[in-house]
């Protein structure tokens, strides 16, 4: 306790001649002073609260209280402050394959320039070649995930052949990633089709089509067997509905095909049908749709969608058209929601290895993905200011890449990123 109390003593005494030298007119903005400098003391005294006497506590409550409004008072603008007090998070950084590593690079200088308390662990997940022949994800990247329970992802490839398993599926296996949220809305100053798009795809992730059971049935017949649960069907139902009400979403939409498949999207609908029942979603709207015209109304008006919850295929195809509908796979950010607090956030757009090192990649889906990451782990306003930076730099249009019609580099449009968060 005496330790903690003299940090906090000697952090009080470096701060407080800041205080009279402001003013005198100091800038500020070129000083040494960081106010991350504070945090692990800030952090140590919640640690040492219960172990310390009533006159400790006090004293320690006086200095506690001081270097808190000092740190506030010398931050030009209280995101600063919001910054010093959010607790650092390791982020598990696995930059891909392609343009994984350049528009990963991009995604770590914005970030730097936000001051977002985030640090990285960068993971390289080349698969490994099992004794069978099959392909597996490193374990090292397993256990990073598993330390911080959160991920940011580049694009990766799978080669085509026998026993290459999609990377992406596997990710999506080993940390049980059940839920697939896919926002697309419509860009200012980036012209499509439609304005005013805004929804949010919801697909479970982890069965359906993409459950790999398959068989011959005889020579020159196969099976592939989809598989819906119970479990899975209630788990990304209970999701979508929650996703609604906690983010102001007044209606969710069950997309499925219970027409033909009677009885696994009998099922899915059933859970849906449960969830909508229950009173604390009274105030979300719900109705059911079929695959198919969800996409005929998709495309003749995507404002009359919310949000949509899916079993796999459906999401799979549904969220990409979705993204086309308002630019592309490189504007779409997208996350994997997994049990027990896992998640992790990722581009979906390919590796692009045609122009891989060549300073013309768009870090934009990347970057959206990371401000979902940030609003997942409650650094909501650190994240605003990344997407408002993010959103202006594209309404200007001045730093747009090939893929959105301009002619800057990757460079020049992270600079331009960089410079409205400074």
């Not at 903005?29 to 219960?50: E, K, N, R």
């Not at 196969?222 to 209970?238: D, G």
């Not at 956030?345 to 590796?351: K, L, N, P």
């Not at 893929?403 to 449009?413: E, I, T, V």
């Amino acid at each position: 306790a005496s330790v903690f109390l003299d940090l906090f003593k000697q952090l009080y005494a470096f701060l407080l001649p800041y205080l009279g030298l402001r003013g005198l007119g100091h800038d500020f903005t070129h000083t040494s002073l960081t106010v991350y400098d504070c945090i692990i003391i800030l952090s140590a005294f919640i640690a040492a609260d219960h172990l310390i006497t009533a006159k400790q506590k006090q004293e320690l409550d006086r200095v506690f209280i001081s270097v808190v409004k000092i740190v506030a008072f010398i931050s030009e603008g209280s995101h600063l402050l919001v910054a010093a007090m959010a607790a650092r998070r390791t982020v598990t950084l696995i930059p891909g394959d392609g343009i994984g590593r350049e528009i990963s690079g991009a995604v770590q200088k914005i970030f730097s320039a936000a001051r977002a308390p985030i640090d990285w662990d960068v993971q390289d997940v080349t698969p490994v070649q099992l004794p069978d022949g099959r392909t597996a994800i490193p374990q090292s990247v397993v256990d990073s995930v598993n330390k911080h329970r959160i991920g940011l992802k580049g694009p990766l490839m799978t080669p085509i052949g026998k026993g290459f398993v999609s990377l992406n599926l596997t990710l999506r296996r080993t940390f049980d990633l059940y839920a697939n949220v896919r926002p697309c809305r419509s860009l200012e100053g980036f012209k499509t089709p439609f304005d005013n798009v805004n929804l949010v795809t919801i697909r479970e992730n982890t069965e359906g089509e993409y459950s790999g059971i398959e068989h011959e049935v005889t020579e020159g017949v196969f099976q592939s067997v989809k598989l819906i649960t119970r479990k899975a069907s209630m788990r990304v139902a209970e999701f979508a509905f929650d996703y609604a009400r906690q983010n102001g979403r007044p209606g969710v939409t069950a997309v499925h095909k219970s027409t033909i498949m009677r009885r696994s999207d009998g099922l899915f609908l059933d859970c849906c049908r449960e969830v909508a029942k229950r009173p604390e979603n009274s105030s979300v709207n719900y109705r059911e749709m079929n695959i198919d015209t969800t996409c005929l109304r998709m495309v003749l008006d995507p404002t009359g969608f919310d949000v949509m919850v899916m079993p796999n295929l459906y999401g799979d195809i549904l969220s990409d058209l979705c993204a086309g509908l308002v630019g592309g796979l490189g504007l779409t950010p997208s996350g994997n929601i997994g049990a027990d607090g896992v998640a992790v956030f990722e581009a979906v757009h390919g590796t692009a290895p045609d122009i891989a090192g060549k300073d013309l990649a768009n870090p934009t889906a990347l970057l959206l993905s990371g401000v979902m990451m940030l609003k997942h782990l409650q650094m909501t306003e650190i994240g605003q200011r990344i997407e408002s930076a993010v959103y202006d730099v594209i309404r200007e249009g001045r730093y747009l890449t090939k893929d959105l019609g301009g002619q800057a580099k990757c460079s020049d449009y992270t600079a331009a990123v960089c410079e409205r968060l400074a």
